[in-house]
């Protein structure tokens, strides 16, 4: 076996050398410059860093949803930076959940049908029972058929962690997950998180500006002005 599949096969997410830089009025603005670290199979990951430190942009290029200047990310083995938007999109439809600030729910549809979308999308069959199960597992039974107008912010958020995590991604993306809830719904998206997270064996990579959040997981990327400043595995405390 190379010493790279060996390391494939330990790490989910491996990140070397990634810089983004975009082109303005005033010249190349960098974003990203020349960040390396690797994630684990089922470990939960807090990327942290002040507004404009360049996390959210790290978030986008580990999920594929943008592309890098230069440097390799490689997810379960798939090279993201040899993958056109065709490969990207379909790499991400099978091996990868989203939770975002601001929920991202489609309006015109019901919690159920809200969670059952990404498994309809992928043309299972079993898509209603694993999303009312889900549905249970966020506590959120007696409202499947309330649309996302009908719901509190923190109920729309937990019909968006079910929608995530139906298909059993390997690897979560979320994004500031609990910025716009009130402290005790913030509490309980997080804990969701987490649970499903162990209990899946889920990759939970997490934007966070929190620190209480990112001490909950168990490994901190800190990105400010665009460089990596702490790559720590830290003794985790219970913070709450």
């Known amino acids: 076996m190379s010493h790279m599949s060996a390391l494939s096969q330990l790490n989910i997410i491996q990140v070397n050398g990634l810089s983004k830089v975009v082109s303005t009025f005033e010249g190349e603005l960098p974003i990203l410059s020349d960040i390396s670290f690797n994630v684990k199979h089922g470990e939960s990951v807090a990327i942290v860093g002040t507004s404009g430190s360049g996390k959210s942009t790290l978030l986008s290029l580990l999920a594929g949803l943008d592309t890098a200047s230069s440097g ?58 694993q999303a009312l199960a889900l549905l249970e597992k966020v506590g959120l039974s007696h409202r499947v058929d309330h649309y996302p107008s009908q719901l509190s912010g923190g109920e729309q958020q937990r019909v968006a962690i079910a929608r995530a995590f139906i298909g059993t991604p390997k690897i979560l993306f979320a994004d500031e997950p609990s910025a716009n809830l009130d402290s005790k719904n913030g509490k309980m998206v997080e804990s969701l998180l987490f649970d499903l997270n162990q209990q899946h064996g889920t990759t939970l990579i997490l934007v966070t500006h929190d620190e209480a959040l990112a001490q909950k997981c168990q490994h901190i990327v800190q990105i400010e002005a665009g460089q990596l400043v702490k790559n720590s595995k830290e003794e985790i405390t219970n913070v709450g």
Do not use: C, W, Y
Not at 89 to 111: C, D, I, N, P, W
């Open 72 to 129: 390799e990310i490689t997810l379960d083995g798939e090279p993201l930076h040899q993958l056109d938007e065709e490969q990207r999109a379909a790499l991400r439809a099978e091996k990868v959940g989203f939770v975002f600030q601001s929920f991202m729910l489609v309006q015109s549809l019901t919690a159920l049908e809200n969670v059952m979308l990404p498994t309809e999308l992928a043309g299972e069959t079993d898509a209603k029972e």
